[in-house]
């Protein structure tokens, strides 16, 4: 059984990396035949029903969808089962069902030993790209053809407009409710793997792109991730991860910077958070900070109760993180409490546990939000999540447990919306800008 003491932070993230490194640690743990392997109707239709009865006693189910609407949509997706079929196509086939889910810790994934002959042997889209306002930036060439440059607009692969594979994908994206952020952050971490899931392989990428004034069409060869590696790695400079957690005290300002980037010990690593979040505290009432900017962008979530341990710095009252459900009980708050200003940083990637915390905060009008929709919900989670596999396919699903009513109020079923919104732009990713940083610094100054 689940600790409820301890919410699990949605697996997307975890698994893409785990698959990630499959491949660059070298290791050959797959067959390739894996990849073509075809399932018959009666294989796909089993897992299916298996897949039905599993999601059928997941609480919450019918928060968005109805139970007569999700019935038809279960059937409809039945009855396309009429061919054969490999473990990505029905995978796309399953995937389908997110947009009527809508709870980001209801995952599936192709199967792990599929994923990892697929790293091994496949060839792929050798850019690094994201996503601004649905439109799609080259962020690093790993091609063979370096006349494509960094902040090219991609316009169409293979004769697909880019806004139809950006809405394509997006269908099959997990999210909570009617949020869009979350998903579109997914995209712009692994747009490489969920474009190859979900469209056939080709031998080439037939491209129309955007340089300066001028519309360009040209073919790019697809590479095989070790190539794409080696290219990043001899053209840009080392990209490095940051600190899951780091602080930083500005004195002119009577400042600090607080970022945490997990609540989630395994990610955290070495780094104790209980330590270092008492320790950075500490250090800001010795400094007599006035101004705290903490950062919670890309923070998917984790433990509850390092949320609280953060709360209780920053609330002079006693306060409880949810108001129904696991880790429903009250926190007193720390013998001292941070008394200055809080500006807080969330995006999209701010999900989960993380959205508990951001959820709380407004509720007691104790921060100024600055950025996106938070990716997870500020009114209710449905999460611990437990693992299963289809016995046929193999595909990996991951199916929540457990209810967290956070907060009573009408979220329109989306994330905390940001007090002043801050949409990244191209030259955020693209020169290593922050303009949600530099707007707190800015509200800092005009006090």
Same mark, same amino acid.
């Given at each position: 059984?689940?600790?409820?003491?301890?919410?699990?932070?949605?697996?997307?993230?975890?698994?893409?990396?785990?698959?990630?490194?499959?491949?660059?640690?070298?290791?050959?743990?797959?067959?390739?035949?894996?990849?073509?392997?075809?399932?018959?109707?009666?294989?796909?239709?089993?897992?299916?029903?298996?897949?039905?009865?599993?999601?059928?006693?997941?609480?919450?189910?019918?928060?968005?969808?109805?139970?007569?609407?999700f019935d038809r949509l279960f059937d409809s997706l039945y009855r396309a089962i009429d061919k054969p079929m490999?473990?990505?196509?029905?995978?796309?086939?399953?995937?389908?069902?997110?947009?009527?889910?809508?709870?980001?810790?209801?995952?599936?994934?192709?199967?792990?030993?599929?994923?990892?002959?697929?790293?091994?042997?496949?060839?792929?889209?050798?850019?690094?790209?994201?996503?601004?306002?649905?439109?799609?930036?080259?962020?690093?060439?790993?091609?063979?053809?370096?006349?494509?440059?960094?902040?090219?607009?991609?316009?169409?692969?293979?004769?697909?407009?880019?806004?139809?594979?950006?809405?394509?994908?997006?269908?099959?994206?997990?999210?909570?409710?009617?949020?869009?952020?979350?998903?579109?952050?997914?995209?712009?971490?692994?747009?490489?793997?969920?474009?190859?899931?979900?469209?056939?392989?080709?031998?080439?990428?037939?491209?129309?792109?955007?340089?300066? #004034? +001028?519309? &360009? @069409?040209?073919?790019? !060869?697809?590479?095989?991730?070790?190539? =794409?590696?080696?290219?990043?790695?001899?053209?840009?400079?080392?990209?490095?991860?940051?600190?899951?957690?780091?602080?930083?005290?500005?004195?002119?300002?009577?400042?600090?910077?607080?970022?945490?980037?997990?609540?989630?010990?395994?990610?955290?690593?070495?780094?104790?958070?209980?330590?270092?979040?008492?320790?950075?505290?500490?250090?800001?009432?010795?400094?007599?900070?006035?101004?705290?900017?903490?950062?919670?962008?890309?923070?998917?979530?984790?433990?509850?109760?390092?949320?609280?341990?953060?709360?209780?710095?920053?609330?002079?009252?006693?306060?409880?993180?949810?108001?129904?459900?696991?880790?429903?009980?009250?926190?007193?708050?720390?013998?001292?409490?941070?008394?200055?200003?809080?500006?807080?940083?969330?995006?999209?990637?701010?999900?989960?546990? #993380? +959205?508990? &915390? @951001?959820?709380?905060? !407004?509720?007691?009008?104790?921060?100024? =939000?600055?950025?996106?929709?938070?990716?997870?919900?500020?009114?209710?989670?449905?999460?611990?999540?437990?693992?299963?596999?289809?016995?046929?396919?193999?595909?990996?699903?991951?199916?929540p447990k457990r209810i967290w009513y956070i907060r009573s109020y009408d979220s329109n079923g989306h994330g905390?919306?940001?007090?002043?919104?801050?949409?990244?732009?191209?030259?955020?990713?693209?020169?290593?800008?922050?303009?949600?940083?530099?707007?707190?610094?800015?509200?800092?100054?005009?006090?």
């Amino acid at each position: 059984m689940a600790n409820p003491k301890s919410f699990r932070p949605v697996s997307a993230m975890c698994i893409a990396i785990f698959t990630l490194l499959l491949f660059w640690n070298g290791k050959k743990l797959s067959d390739p035949a894996a990849v073509d392997r075809v399932f018959t109707i009666a294989e796909l239709q089993a897992d299916f029903q298996t897949l039905r009865k599993n999601l059928e006693a997941q609480p919450g189910l019918y928060f968005y969808t109805n139970k007569t609407d999700f019935d038809r949509l279960f059937d409809s997706l039945y009855r396309a089962i009429d061919k054969p079929m490999n473990a990505y196509r029905f995978y796309d086939l399953i995937t389908n069902l997110y947009p009527a889910i809508r709870n980001g810790h209801t995952l599936f994934l192709p199967p792990p030993a599929l994923m990892a002959a697929h790293s091994e042997t496949s060839l792929f889209f050798p850019f690094d790209v994201f996503f601004v306002n649905q439109r799609m930036y080259v962020l690093r060439n790993c091609s063979d053809d370096l006349s494509i440059q960094v902040g090219d607009e991609i316009l169409s692969i293979n004769g697909l407009s880019v806004d139809t594979i950006y809405q394509n994908l997006m269908r099959h994206q997990l999210r909570d409710g009617q949020n869009s952020t979350y998903p579109n952050w997914i995209l712009n971490q692994w747009f490489r793997e969920y474009f190859s899931y979900h469209y056939q392989l080709r031998d080439a990428f037939l491209l129309t792109y955007a340089h300066k #004034t +001028a519309t &360009v @069409v040209t073919t790019v !060869s697809p590479l095989p991730k070790a190539k =794409i590696r080696a290219n990043r790695q001899e053209r840009y400079s080392a990209v490095h991860e940051p600190s899951a957690l780091s602080f930083s005290l500005d004195t002119a300002l009577h400042a600090a910077r607080l970022s945490i980037r997990s609540f989630d010990q395994k990610v955290l690593g070495e780094q104790s958070f209980k330590q270092f979040v008492g320790n950075a505290f500490a250090q800001m009432e010795a400094a007599k900070t006035q101004y705290l900017v903490l950062d919670l962008r890309d923070n998917q979530g984790g433990n509850t109760a390092y949320g609280k341990f953060l709360l209780a710095y920053l609330l002079d009252e006693p306060f409880r993180l949810v108001e129904k459900g696991p880790a429903s009980g009250k926190t007193q708050p720390q013998k001292k409490t941070f008394k200055g200003s809080v500006y807080v940083l969330v995006n999209g990637g701010s999900f989960s546990v #993380t +959205a508990m &915390v @951001v959820s709380c905060l !407004s509720s007691k009008n104790r921060s100024v =939000i600055i950025g996106e929709e938070t990716g997870g919900s500020g009114e209710k989670i449905v999460g611990s999540a437990s693992g299963t596999t289809l016995p046929f396919t193999k595909i990996y699903c991951e199916i929540p447990k457990r209810i967290w009513y956070i907060r009573s109020y009408d979220s329109n079923g989306h994330g905390i919306l940001p007090d002043i919104a801050v949409q990244p732009e191209p030259s955020d990713y693209l020169n290593a800008g922050d303009a949600c940083m530099e707007m707190a610094e800015r509200l800092i100054l005009q006090q």
